[in-house]
C-alpha cells in the first residue's frame, strides 16, 4: 500500500507495524517513551534534560540543570587506550590510579595540597621556590637554595648543619675534627 497526499497521516490505532526501513527527511517529535533498542546517531545531539548511562553495578549521569558529570560509586572515568588511568571513588576512597606504563605527572606552576574544605594548606610547591610541608596549617619544613629548614634548624646540601636552641645528644657523640664551645661550654 502506499500513502501519497500533501497532507499530514494521522493513525488512530493502538499499533502501527512497519517492516522495513523508514527514512525520514523531517523532525520527529515523540511524546512518551520512545524504546529503542540500537540508536545509531551520525549528525549532533543535543539532551536537553539529565542523562543517565545505565551500567552493570553504577550509573554515570549528566546532571542538566547542574553542569556535573556524576559518576556513582564504583564507576570509573578510565583514559588511555590501554586503561592506564582511572579516577574513581569505591563507596569508601576516592582513588586516582595509574595502572598502566609511564609516571604519573602532575604539572602545576603553583601546585597545592588543601583539605577538603581548601581552608587548609599540607603541601605547597613553587616553581623556582621553595617546597614547604605544613602541620596543621603551620609551615614545619621547607627547602631552600642551600637545603632544608625544619622550625629554626638548617641542614645543607653540603654537609653542614646549624641547630638553634638546646641540641640534645643520646649516649655517644663522636667527632672526628674540633669542637669550640661559646661560654658557659
Not at 569505591?90 to 581552608?119: C, E, Y
Not at 625544619?150 to 645543607?156: A, R, S
Request: charged content about 20%; aromatic content about 6%.
Amino acid at each position: 500500500v502506499n500513502l501519497n497526499g500533501e497532507a499530514n497521516l494521522t493513525f488512530d490505532g493502538s499499533t502501527l507495524g512497519i517492516t522495513g526501513s523508514i527514512d525520514l527527511s523531517a523532525d520527529i517529535d515523540v511524546d512518551g517513551t520512545a524504546n529503542i533498542d540500537i540508536l545509531d546517531v551520525d549528525g549532533a545531539s543535543n539532551f536537553g534534560a539529565d542523562v543517565v548511562f545505565a551500567g552493570a553495578g553504577a550509573n554515570i549521569t549528566f546532571d542538566q540543570s547542574e553542569d556535573d558529570l556524576i559518576f556513582g560509586d564504583g564507576a570509573k572515568a578510565i583514559f588511555g587506550t590501554g586503561s592506564d588511568l582511572e579516577i574513581f571513588h569505591n563507596g569508601n576512597h576516592s582513588v586516582i590510579a595509574d595502572v598502566g606504563t609511564g609516571n604519573l605527572q602532575l604539572r602545576a606552576d603553583d601546585f597545592r595540597v588543601t583539605d577538603s574544605t581548601n581552608s587548609e594548606v599540607m603541601i605547597k610547591a613553587d616553581t623556582d621556590g621553595a617546597v614547604e610541608l605544613y602541620h596543621n596549617n603551620v609551615q614545619t619544613l621547607f627547602t631552600t637554595g642551600i637545603g632544608i629548614t625544619v622550625g629554626l634548624t638548617t641542614l645543607q646540601r653540603n654537609g653542614n648543619a646549624a641547630f638553634a636552641g638546646i641540641t640534645t645528644i643520646g649516649t655517644l657523640l663522636d667527632v672526628n675534627g674540633r669542637i669550640d664551645g661559646a661560654g658557659g661550654a
